[in-house]
């Protein structure tokens, strides 16, 4: 495969940090991707999937400053790199073309 | 607000689980949401909801396993098996071996030698238990043994009537087998133009249902069962047939006089083996050739026995039989309560027989398992000194390793680190001592075997013997470095860094406590050794009675015996011969003893043994021994009932004026014509005995005795060979000299004199080598006080007093301590003797100088290089 494969998950976590900019890190990313998406998700999928996307070279992090709320312990902070930005224009460009070569009445009607 | 803290178990099983380069932002996060969870839902919801995610990180959909991946480098903890901590330690190790050169000989060098001595012990200890331990079925075998209350003395003995193993299986069915055992004999075995003499025995037909003895020819049943069956070894079958199969069902020809037909082909006996022969003949054959052995009165041969087991495999009780057998003697021979003597069988284990040897007033005392212990003690103790040079040394050097330490404990090392790395030093330093000792071991074990008349192997095959080599490795380094372990882990890091240090007395009186300990076991081995070569010595040089030297015994066998008188006649002509004779035994193996000598005025009631030899003229002359009345003589046609006794002989008889007085033996009356003075029959673990020699007509079974001219020994044995070969073609000419049949009594004393005198020699040099380090390290120490005395004014030999005044009080407490001890030892070593020497001061006096010297020329180098030291370079470093 040409490209790297992203999880759907992956995906929208990728988004999330682009999202957040600044303050991605794991709490506020499962936040924002639960008021986001409307579904309940777990803080170890989160952390997997940053993860992992870091081992693909699509994230990269740093340790924040300690802070008390979290009992002194630190952030770490993850933001997207390039490979991770044209890993997602990719992506959107495929499902651009896609949508763009969708006969007008090729789905079914959604009504709202 | 109060601290609200996440539930315990999930804290713990989260740090426990979660590598350790993720655990901040997991723990970081995960109380994030703790905290938010318990401000808007409550602590018990919040609580809850925590243990759940720390659960769901162990969900493998979750990633769990990706949270469980160490990565290493990044922040290692300091686990006590951490391979970069174990790493530091080996390398520290390496560093401190490589950096104090002579410490480390000195240490590597002792352990080495320590080791190498144990292993050599332990070797020869392995193969001393092994002896006779192979047989399937040795745990049902036993020796029936002989109990003789007699004279007011018990006595024990192997010796039993011929006829008395197939008696004991007909009379107790505990018994399953049981065989007689006869005593070694040599005979001249001739098949075609092959001629040859060979050692063997006579056995019971059920010898090989008893013992493992794997035939290569021949089956265990029909072995032995016609009285002209002879089974041999596969050395002597291929010697005269070529090979084991060939061999069976051939004949052979013994003593140019019967045929017997190869009935079983046995394998070689084994090294280890107390039983040795190369033939085994039929025990009917021996009963005919020995009709005497039917009387129940004789105590000849041995006799074996096999015990039954049940159906379950459990052998019969041998304390209850043993119990039923007791006056099995008395049904027999009932004649004998008359002659005041009483006879009781009892039963040793065969496995035993060989190590528990020595029986002292008819009981079990002792025998070669004294030596094993007795090497076992030593092995033991020579690590033991190696080892304490090793902890000696490195107390005495924990100031240079103190800072060590210091730092160590302020970066956070632990106690039980510390042990564990001053322990795997050790554990290092002993390796490496092992490799050099498993070298020498190597080396040596040629000339050990030689010297111990053995044939040890190392077995590197064999598991046990690496599990032995790993225990031994593990064993010296642990108790070398306990101490030091201990005691450098305790210093207190603070006083350490600041430098003032000062070591308690407790750690010197330690150090002066070993070395004590370490001359104590040295003086032991010196004392022991000097007393062991005294004794041998006074048993080369006592007066036997006799004269040993230039004596030469040849078997009267074949034609000899008839031609006899021929033979004397001719070899005295030749040249190197002084004197012939021939008698029962030898002069230092007495043959037998009788109790049927009687005398007017003897007590009935007692029954006094009596050796007894049939002899030839010139008797006397030829063995040398005073005599006091006249020999044998041809002149006096009476002379065969005359009879000649020794001096103890006459005491027991209680005779004043023996010569001419009358004896019967045997039912022979005669008188005595001569006393002779008393000479040494056997080893002088035995007292002399009443003796009594009487003439023979006939030289059969007996052994010629020839005293060469002094110096001529070559042309004497020239001259017994050619009359031989003429009048006696049909057996190889074969003698023994006087004094190797001497020697070999006493060979057990003379391999233990030597193997002590080495072990001795090396307690005393890892001792030195000890010493040596202790006396560098305290120079080393007092530099700077010498110096200051130097420059004081004082002298060198005042100097070199003072240095080695300390070392000396300590060598002489040793002495002190280890005299009563060694005198004890000793004295109960010399107790198996009955000639002995005395246990003189002067051994102690000279044990201990020559500790005290060796100690002073040990320290006396690193003394007198101290005290010559310039005292402006010494002092100047300030």
């Known amino acids: 495969m040409r490209r790297s494969y992203l999880g759907e998950f992956e995906e929208v976590v990728l988004l999330t940090v682009a999202v957040l900019a600044e303050g991605a890190y794991g709490v506020a990313i499962t936040d924002e991707l639960e008021r986001q998406t409307g579904r309940s998700v777990s803080i170890s999928a989160v952390h997997a999937a940053l993860h992992r996307l870091e081992e693909k070279g699509m994230l990269k992090s740093h340790l924040g400053e300690a802070t008390a709320e979290r009992g002194g312990r630190r952030k770490r902070l993850f933001t997207v790199t390039v490979l991770g930005s044209r890993t997602l224009h990719d992506i959107r460009a495929v499902r651009k073309q896609l949508w763009d070569s969708i006969a007008p009445n090729g789905l079914p009607a959604v009504s709202l | ?878």
Not at chain 2, 492 to 507: C, D, E, H, M, T
Request: positive net charge; hydrophobic residues 45%; aromatic residues 12%.
């Open chain 2, 1 to 878: 607000m109060k601290t609200v803290l996440p539930p315990r178990w999930a804290a713990r099983l989260l740090e426990w689980f979660c590598a350790p380069h993720l655990l901040e932002e997991v723990q970081g996060d995960l109380y994030e949401r703790f905290l938010r969870n318990a401000r808007l839902f409550g602590i018990p919801y919040a609580r809850r909801q925590y243990g759940r995610e720390v659960l769901s990180f162990l969900k493998p959909r979750a990633g769990g396993p990706f949270f469980f991946k160490r990565q290493s480098e990044n922040f290692p903890t300091t686990y006590l098996m951490n391979t970069s901590m174990i790493r530091n330690y080996l390398k520290i190790a390496w560093r401190n071996i490589a950096h104090n050169k002579s410490f480390s000989t000195i240490n590597i060098l002792g352990l080495s030698l320590g080791m190498a001595c144990s292993l050599l012990i332990g070797l020869w200890i392995q193969d001393e238990l092994s002896v006779d331990a192979y047989h399937a079925n040795g745990p049902q075998l036993y020796n029936v043994m002989e109990r003789q209350f007699y004279d007011g003395k018990v006595e024990a003995g192997s010796g039993t009537p011929g006829l008395l193993a197939d008696e004991l299986k007909k009379e107790f069915p505990e018994i399953a087998y049981a065989a007689g055992y006869s005593w070694e004999d040599q005979h001249t075995f001739a098949v075609g133009d092959k001629l040859n003499k060979e050692k063997g025995r006579f056995v019971g037909a059920d010898w090989f249902r008893m013992y493992s003895l794997p035939l290569l020819a021949g089956t265990a049943e029909t072995a032995l069962s016609g009285p002209t069956h002879i089974a041999i070894s596969r050395k002597m079958a291929q010697n005269y047939f070529g090979s084991p199969q060939e061999a069976l069902g051939k004949s052979i020809r013994l003593d140019n006089k019967d045929d017997y037909q190869v009935s079983a082909v046995f394998e070689d006996i084994p090294r280890n083996s107390s039983d040795q022969y190369d033939y085994l003949l039929a025990w009917q054959d021996f009963l005919k050739r020995n009709k005497w052995l039917k009387d129940w009165g004789t105590n000849a041969p041995e006799t074996r026995i096999m015990l039954r087991t049940d159906r379950n495999g459990v052998p019969a009780d041998p304390a209850r039989l043993e119990a039923k057998m007791k006056s099995f003697l008395k049904s027999r021979n009932p004649g004998m309560v008359q002659k005041g003597l009483d006879i009781q069988l009892f039963l040793q284990p065969f496995q035993e027989a060989y190590l528990y040897s020595n029986f002292k007033h008819g009981y079990q005392d002792g025998g070669r398992i004294e030596y094993v212990r007795l090497f076992g003690i030593v092995a033991v103790f020579i690590l033991l000194i190696a080892c304490i040079n090793f902890m000696n040394l490195a107390t005495a050097r924990s100031v240079k390793r103190a800072r060590e330490v210091g730092v160590r404990k302020v970066v956070g090392a632990g106690r039980s680190l510390l042990i564990g790395q001053f322990i795997g030093e050790a554990l290092v330093l002993a390796s490496m001592a092992l490799i050099g000792a498993v070298l020498v071991v190597w080396l040596l074990l040629p000339l050990f075997n030689e010297l111990t008349d053995k044939h040890i192997t190392f077995q590197f095959t064999r598991l046990s013997f690496w599990l032995t080599l790993l225990g031994m490795t593990l064993v010296t380094g642990l108790i070398a470095g306990s101490y030091p372990a201990l005691f450098l882990s305790s210093l207190n890091p603070i006083r350490v860094l600041k430098g003032s240090i000062r070591f308690g007395s407790g750690a010197r009186l330690f150090r002066q406590g070993l070395v004590v300990f370490q001359f104590v076991l040295s003086m032991l081995l010196i004392i022991g050794t000097i007393v062991v070569y005294r004794q041998i010595d006074f048993i080369q040089t006592k007066n036997l009675g006799f004269d040993r030297e230039g004596l030469i015994y040849l078997s009267a066998e074949g034609d000899l015996a008839e031609k006899y008188a021929t033979f004397k006649q001719e070899v005295l002509r030749m040249p190197g011969i002084q004197t012939m004779t021939f008698m029962d035994g030898t002069p230092t193996a007495s043959f037998g003893s009788t109790g049927n000598v009687q005398w007017p005025g003897k007590d009935p009631s007692t029954s006094i043994q009596f050796q007894f030899s049939q002899v030839d003229y010139d008797f006397t002359k030829t063995l040398k021994v005073k005599v006091s009345g006249r020999d044998f003589s041809k002149e006096f046609s009476t002379d065969s009932v005359s009879y000649l006794i020794n001096e103890t002989a006459a005491r027991r008889i209680g005779y004043q004026q023996p010569i001419g007085k009358p004896l019967t033996m045997w039912g022979k009356a005669g008188t005595i014509i001569g006393v002779v003075e008393d000479f040494h029959q056997s080893s002088m673990h035995i007292a002399i005995e009443p003796f009594i020699a009487k003439l023979s007509p006939n030289a059969a079974r007996k052994n010629i005795i020839v005293r060469t001219q002094p110096g001529q020994t070559r042309q004497a044995l020239a001259s017994l060979e050619t009359v031989w070969k003429q009048l006696n073609p049909k057996f190889p000419f074969s003698y023994t000299f006087g004094d190797d049949a001497f020697q070999k009594l006493y060979h057990s004393e003379t391999v233990v004199g030597t193997l002590a005198n080495y072990f001795a020699f090396l307690a005393i040099f890892i001792s030195c080598l000890g010493l040596f380090g202790l006396a560098a390290f305290t120079a080393e120490q007092r530099t700077k006080e010498i110096g200051v005395r130097k420059v004081l004014g004082a002298s060198v030999p005042s100097i070199v007093g003072l240095l080695s005044q300390d070392f000396l009080k300590l060598v002489l407490l040793a002495i002190v301590v280890s005299s009563p001890i060694a005198w004890y030892t000793m004295s109960r070593w010399l107790q198996t003797y009955v000639y002995k020497i005395g246990m003189e001061w002067w051994v102690f006096a000279l044990a201990g100088l020559l500790a005290i010297g060796i100690a002073l020329l040990t320290i006396s180098f690193q003394s007198i290089k101290a005290a010559l030291m310039n005292p402006v370079k010494s002092l100047r470093s300030e």
